[in-house]
């Protein structure tokens, strides 16, 4: 298959993902235009991997622009509350993100590994073992750092922030970590990081 050819599949993959995702009833305010959540989710995502991993493979980017595709069809509060209903969540939306991805990436046309791949990467299979795994899990934490730490930070007490703060860092490698000390902090959340990062 020549480049191209890939190019017109990935293409048309993105379109078809962002096509799902702007069903999202859910939406968010950007410079007085509204948007669908999940869908400027995926676009913030794509945008910081380029700016991150500019080289990062086809089934890298494919799942980074679809690793939330229709997130909103399964909502927190249908599961119990607490760490294990959280955990439950989280482990049947990454299936559900892994199988809506794969069906659509067989219409286009990609094969059998790759969408195996894609579903590795969404289901966060080998973290910190498989560097495009990391790579995904990376993107991630940036975006929601650069997008949505600020907003957390208005919503919730400090403590709380710390402890996610903690938390995010954990996750992410060296390399993730350079990255998100190059942020652009505002003055109520760089004391916080600060903070995480103190011990």
Known sequence: MTGNQ????LIEAF???DQANAEDPNTETVDGTEHPKELLYALRMTATLQQFAPKAS????LAVRCQ?????????E???????????WR?????????????????????EES????????????LKSDPEVQLLEDTACLVFLTHYLRDFVLKHEPTK????????????SKKGHSAALGLDWDEKTRPLVEAALSL
């Open 6 to 9: 890939q190019d017109v599949r």
């Open 15 to 17: 379109r078809r993902f």
């Open 58 to 61: 086809d089934e890298v980017r």
């Open 68 to 76: 939330h595709i229709r997130r909103w069809t399964i909502p927190r």
């Open 78 to 88: 249908t599961y119990p509350d607490g760490r294990e209903g959280y955990r439950r």
């Open 91 to 111: 482990s049947d939306l990454a299936r559900f993100h892994a199988d809506t991805a794969s069906s659509i990436l067989g219409e286009v046309g990609y094969n």
């Open 115 to 126: 969408i195996a791949r894609v579903s590795v990467l969404l289901r966060k299979e080998r």
């Open 161 to 172: 922030v710390i402890e996610i703060l903690r938390k995010t860092w954990r996750k992410m």
